[in-house]
């Protein structure tokens, strides 16, 4: 049997670059699939890792401790150089858009908080400490343009605008926190864009401007590496524009 090369630790050695690790919470929805598909293809991670409620560890944006130990364990596979939150409700059993404020619902409108606001909060509670100190490193969150109030013509759809201008929110007040850690560190919101997912299937139909999961995945990690250092704390779609709070 050949024998193992031993690592050189002498005091006089390289130092060792530790893995680099790209991870997507919500790795079992469309965006989030596709999004570790496209880092896998581009070779530029050591380890990508998929989380949600199958992954091993799995986690749940319900219960803290999952949270906890699913990132405990992406961050003990080297340096966690990207995260990416891609996981978000809209509808589910007993809970859709609602037309008018007569159609607010406590219990739906307690979930889309939970999925949309408090468990990405969660997130970021337990993943921007374990981020480099140094060098670049981006924490991102899918929101969506509905969530913005500067933009909001149309009203409705109570639960999901107001989780997600909820996370806007959070992302910016994080953002401002992580600066003082690493100040080369992003943390940013993403507008997606419509992209034909079970999420939207419902509301899209045959709108010809909806993207596939594959194709908004590839525009959304584009924007994230053209990001500047002065980005920190943006919300941005998925051409790059700025989109209003």
């Not at 080297?78 to 809209?90: F, K, Q, S, T």
């Not at 864009?193 to 999961?213: E, H, M, N, R, W």
Request: aromatic letters at 4%; charged letters at 20%; a positive charge.
């Amino acid at each position: 049997m050949k024998r193992a090369e031993a690592r050189d630790v002498s005091p006089t050695a390289p130092p060792q670059a530790d893995p680099v690790v790209g991870v997507v919470i919500g790795a079992g929805g469309g965006i989030g699939a596709a999004l570790v598909q496209a880092l896998e293809a581009s070779r530029r991670y050591d380890r990508v890792i998929g989380l949600g409620r199958n992954s091993e560890p799995p986690l749940d944006l319900h219960d803290e401790a999952s949270v906890a130990a699913a990132v405990a364990s992406a961050a003990s596979a080297g340096d966690l150089r990207l995260v990416i939150h891609a996981a978000g409700v809209l509808h589910g059993p007993g809970m859709a858009p609602e037309k008018s404020l007569s159609r607010i619902d406590p219990a739906a409108l307690a979930e889309a908080f939970a999925i949309n606001a408090t468990g990405p909060a969660l997130v970021m509670k337990h993943v921007l400490p374990r981020l480099p100190r140094r060098g670049r490193c981006v924490f991102a969150a899918l929101s969506a343009r509905v969530g913005s109030i500067g933009d909001n013509r149309l009203g409705g759809w109570y639960a999901y605008r107001a989780s997600k201008a909820a996370l806007n929110q959070l992302v910016r007040s994080a953002a401002i926190e992580l600066a003082r850690r690493n100040p080369e560190a992003l943390c940013v919101a993403l507008h997606p864009g419509t992209v034909a997912t079970a999420l939207s299937a419902p509301f899209v139909g045959d709108d010809p401007k909806a993207q596939s999961p594959e194709t908004a995945a590839g525009k959304l990690l584009a924007v994230l590496d053209a990001l500047p250092a002065g980005a920190n704390g943006g919300f941005f779609d998925a051409e790059g524009r700025t989109v209003p709070w």
